[in-house]
């Protein structure tokens, strides 16, 4: 007599399996996507949980994680490609997830109401898209965003294009992010702690609570895992910039950078620099020659960074351990450093375009507005003086090639992030600069950017400061049009 169940097993397997892709069919059908022309369908489950995580080490604590990984699961797809996440929200509070940087449809953007309704807890929700525009793009909670995005809720997704171009030896993401002991019972109107942390050095900047810590892919230093290379090689290294605040100042001791991406979009020319500053929501993809054989540090130059956590150790094969990091070379003087080297140099103007529709934006607020207004002001953020959700959208038609000012009265950076297009930076400080496409910008205190972008994916989209403290605080405006 010979035992049925494995067949009766295989079976059910089988009938599981053709109602899964009958399922799937369907859904394609009813979004109305199929992948472009040599582009194929691609599906990822995430589900998003607390767990327990040492992102120091040796303080074991809470956090929330994708598929629990700090950072969550790097997806790798092809330009083209319809890309489809089936999300489970596991957390004791609702979530969403914005595709930072990919030209989604308006109702998959993660922007809670405004675009989707939360994923509330114990619930699901199939995220849908083509991936375009090719390039190093993220993904990352955009509900309570300063509390998910300290917890873990951030992750690389890289979109490689149709055409492969150059060919590295080696391709590595590297995500920074920042993780807060009271993450999890925030008490953000807490005033920060003065102005002293504000001013480091030349660089004005988002107050620096030395509580916070900085994770290189997901650990502090010394934790963090070390990047191996041999040398002759050419490596490819896609830096992203996932922290709730913080810009960073990144060196590559021992050697020069040479920048190829700006937001995952094309720099041309590339630029070669020695450290770049890397403002929240914003990537650089460089190309490092392995030229220089020995244990260097990869960090943050900015003072505190490097041991508040940030910073890993490139090492060549068969390099003694002995990584090579002294005071004098945190020095940038004489650096190239990006921007401002770039911002200096001489500009080849591009072709002047003629907007269809120019808006400005003034940004302004904080804390030295609020204490001139009376109030405790400290957490409001404006753009014209209004802070979200009252400030003006921008109204626009389908087509319109529309052209933005922003300039920035206020004391601290604003890394201004449009949803769902990239724009091209034109001018800075008035005058024309080689044009660069991207999608988050930082405006500095008083600087004053003019990007352009084409309004070629209607719905309604945020216009925001990537700062979680500065969005949460009101600096957000919409880009609307049908
Ligand atoms: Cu990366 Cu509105 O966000
Ligand atoms: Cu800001």
Redesign the pocket.
């Given at each position: 007599m010979k035992d049925k169940t494995p067949l009766l097993i295989a079976l059910l397997f089988l009938g599981v399996q053709l109602f899964g892709v009958s399922c799937a069919l369907l859904d394609v059908a009813r979004a109305g996507l199929t992948p472009r022309a040599g582009g194929q369908m691609r599906e990822f489950r995430l589900t998003a949980s607390a767990m327990t995580y040492e992102f120091v080490r040796g303080q074991p604590t809470t956090a929330w994680a994708y598929n629990n990984q700090v950072p969550g699961p790097e997806l790798r797809v092809r330009e083209g490609d319809l890309v489809r996440v089936i999300f489970t929200n596991n957390l004791p509070e609702p979530t969403t997830i914005h595709w930072h940087g990919v030209n989604v449809p308006t109702s998959i953007d993660g922007v809670p109401d405004i675009s989707q309704p939360p994923v509330p807890p114990g619930g699901t929700f199939t995220y849908e898209f083509i991936a375009t525009p090719a390039g190093t793009r993220w993904y990352h909670a955009h509900f309570a965003e300063h509390t998910q995005l300290q917890l873990g809720l951030y992750a690389p997704l890289i979109i490689e294009p149709r055409d492969v171009g150059t060919r590295y030896d080696r391709d590595n993401t590297i995500t920074f992010g920042e993780w807060s002991p009271d993450a999890l019972h925030p008490d953000h109107n807490q005033p920060n702690d003065g102005m002293g942390s504000m001013m480091d050095g030349n660089m004005m900047s988002t107050p620096d609570d030395p509580n916070v810590k900085f994770t290189v892919n997901g650990k502090a230093s010394p934790a963090a895992p070390p990047l191996l290379v041999r040398q002759g090689e050419r490596v490819r290294l896609r830096f992203i910039n996932a922290s709730a605040m913080q810009k960073h100042v990144i060196r590559l001791e021992g050697h020069t950078m040479k920048i190829t991406h700006v937001d995952g979009n094309p720099l041309s020319p590339p630029r070669e620099v020695e450290a770049i500053e890397i403002g929240a929501g914003e990537r650089y993809d460089v190309e490092v020659t392995a030229n220089n054989p020995g244990v260097w540090a990869l960090h943050c130059v900015r003072p505190g960074h490097t041991e508040r956590g940030l910073k890993t150790i490139v090492r060549y094969e068969g390099a003694a351990d002995d990584s090579r990091e002294s005071a004098d070379i945190r020095n940038t003087r004489g650096f190239r450093v990006w921007p401002d080297t770039i911002l200096t140099q001489r500009q080849a103007a591009g072709e002047t375009t003629r907007p269809d529709k120019q808006f400005q934006l003034t940004?302004s607020g904080g804390m030295m507005m609020g204490g001139m207004m009376g109030g405790d002001g400290a957490n409001t953020?404006t753009i014209n003086g209004k802070a979200y959700p009252n400030t003006d959208p921008l109204i626009v038609k389908q087509g319109d090639r529309v052209r933005v000012r922003l300039f920035n009265m206020s004391m601290?950076?604003?890394?201004m992030h449009l949803h769902g297009h990239s724009f091209a930076v034109l001018q800075y400080d008035g005058r024309p600069i080689t044009p660069m496409v991207r999608d988050t910008l930082t405006v500095r205190h008083m600087e004053i950017y003019d990007v352009e972008f084409v309004a070629d994916n209607p719905g309604t989209w945020f216009f925001h400061?990537h700062?979680a403290e500065?969005m949460e605080g009101g600096?957000i405006t919409l880009v609307k049009y049908r």
């Amino acid at each position: 007599m010979k035992d049925k169940t494995p067949l009766l097993i295989a079976l059910l397997f089988l009938g599981v399996q053709l109602f899964g892709v009958s399922c799937a069919l369907l859904d394609v059908a009813r979004a109305g996507l199929t992948p472009r022309a040599g582009g194929q369908m691609r599906e990822f489950r995430l589900t998003a949980s607390a767990m327990t995580y040492e992102f120091v080490r040796g303080q074991p604590t809470t956090a929330w994680a994708y598929n629990n990984q700090v950072p969550g699961p790097e997806l790798r797809v092809r330009e083209g490609d319809l890309v489809r996440v089936i999300f489970t929200n596991n957390l004791p509070e609702p979530t969403t997830i914005h595709w930072h940087g990919v030209n989604v449809p308006t109702s998959i953007d993660g922007v809670p109401d405004i675009s989707q309704p939360p994923v509330p807890p114990g619930g699901t929700f199939t995220y849908e898209f083509i991936a375009t525009p090719a390039g190093t793009r993220w993904y990352h909670a955009h509900f309570a965003e300063h509390t998910q995005l300290q917890l873990g809720l951030y992750a690389p997704l890289i979109i490689e294009p149709r055409d492969v171009g150059t060919r590295y030896d080696r391709d590595n993401t590297i995500t920074f992010g920042e993780w807060s002991p009271d993450a999890l019972h925030p008490d953000h109107n807490q005033p920060n702690d003065g102005m002293g942390s504000m001013m480091d050095g030349n660089m004005m900047s988002t107050p620096d609570d030395p509580n916070v810590k900085f994770t290189v892919n997901g650990k502090a230093s010394p934790a963090a895992p070390p990047l191996l290379v041999r040398q002759g090689e050419r490596v490819r290294l896609r830096f992203i910039n996932a922290s709730a605040m913080q810009k960073h100042v990144i060196r590559l001791e021992g050697h020069t950078m040479k920048i190829t991406h700006v937001d995952g979009n094309p720099l041309s020319p590339p630029r070669e620099v020695e450290a770049i500053e890397i403002g929240a929501g914003e990537r650089y993809d460089v190309e490092v020659t392995a030229n220089n054989p020995g244990v260097w540090a990869l960090h943050c130059v900015r003072p505190g960074h490097t041991e508040r956590g940030l910073k890993t150790i490139v090492r060549y094969e068969g390099a003694a351990d002995d990584s090579r990091e002294s005071a004098d070379i945190r020095n940038t003087r004489g650096f190239r450093v990006w921007p401002d080297t770039i911002l200096t140099q001489r500009q080849a103007a591009g072709e002047t375009t003629r907007p269809d529709k120019q808006f400005q934006l003034t940004l302004s607020g904080g804390m030295m507005m609020g204490g001139m207004m009376g109030g405790d002001g400290a957490n409001t953020w404006t753009i014209n003086g209004k802070a979200y959700p009252n400030t003006d959208p921008l109204i626009v038609k389908q087509g319109d090639r529309v052209r933005v000012r922003l300039f920035n009265m206020s004391m601290e950076d604003h890394p201004m992030h449009l949803h769902g297009h990239s724009f091209a930076v034109l001018q800075y400080d008035g005058r024309p600069i080689t044009p660069m496409v991207r999608d988050t910008l930082t405006v500095r205190h008083m600087e004053i950017y003019d990007v352009e972008f084409v309004a070629d994916n209607p719905g309604t989209w945020f216009f925001h400061c990537h700062n979680a403290e500065h969005m949460e605080g009101g600096l957000i405006t919409l880009v609307k049009y049908r």
